[in-house]
């Protein structure tokens, strides 16, 4: 049941180390640690993605910025109490770590893969260029009974799909992981630019038998 469970939310993602490690938590006296991967896109532009590391798969004390990495994993998400409400944070847990001395041209560097039900009612809009655009919220089954929440963004002829998916519907998303920056106003004088991540959803589609086709 658990590997049923792990296959249903798959991230790979490949790409420069751009920070050294933060402490995160620690469960059952593992210590979990924070890093930073920059991955390329098609576009030229980077993605620069957070990732949860175990300190039994690296040594985190070392400094390996600067090194290529290929990291296996899954993406996850909490929430974390501030301003007197929640907010999501996401990041890429990693399951298995392997470093790279170059990153092949026609390497895919930021791939995922959800399968998990829409816990949120689709919202959809055209932007003033006219380009169609659909953000969903998928809930996918973790072990132990918990969730993640992941939020994804549909453009084009997969956004005017996915406008028809309801809440409790069973989907299946390909894409990638990406970062974008936002102006979060604090008060009336005060603004910060944080990041958000979600899906770019490159392909979708509902799962009606329980299995994906």
Not at 102 to 131: A, H, V, W
């Amino acid at each position: 049941m658990t590997d049923k469970v792990i296959e249903n939310n798959q991230v790979t993602v490949m790409g420069e180390i751009v920070s050294g490690f933060s402490y995160s938590h620690e469960i059952f006296g593992e210590g979990f640690y924070m890093m930073d991967v920059k991955c390329k896109r098609l576009s030229e532009s980077y993605d620069t993605i957070p990732i949860m590391v175990s300190e039994r798969l690296l040594d985190v004390s070392a400094d390996y910025t600067g090194e290529l990495i290929c990291i296996n994993g899954q993406f996850r998400s909490y929430n974390r109490h501030e301003e007197r409400k929640n907010r999501l944070v996401l990041s890429v847990f990693a399951r298995e770590i392997e470093f790279v001395e170059e990153m092949e041209e026609s390497s895919k560097t930021n791939q995922i893969f959800l399968d998990g039900y829409i816990c949120k009612e689709p919202i959809y809009r055209k932007t003033p260029l006219g380009r169609e655009i659909a953000d969903l919220l998928l809930a996918v089954n973790r072990p132990y009974g918990k969730s993640d929440y992941i939020p994804c963004i549909c453009w084009g002829r997969n956004a005017r799909y996915a406008n028809n998916f309801r809440v409790g519907e069973r989907c299946a998303v390909w894409g990638r992981i990406q970062s974008r920056e936002y102006m979060k106003k604090l008060d009336e004088e005060n603004v910060e630019k944080r990041v958000a991540f979600e899906v770019s959803v490159s392909k979708l589609e509902l799962i009606e038998d329980g299995e994906v086709s």
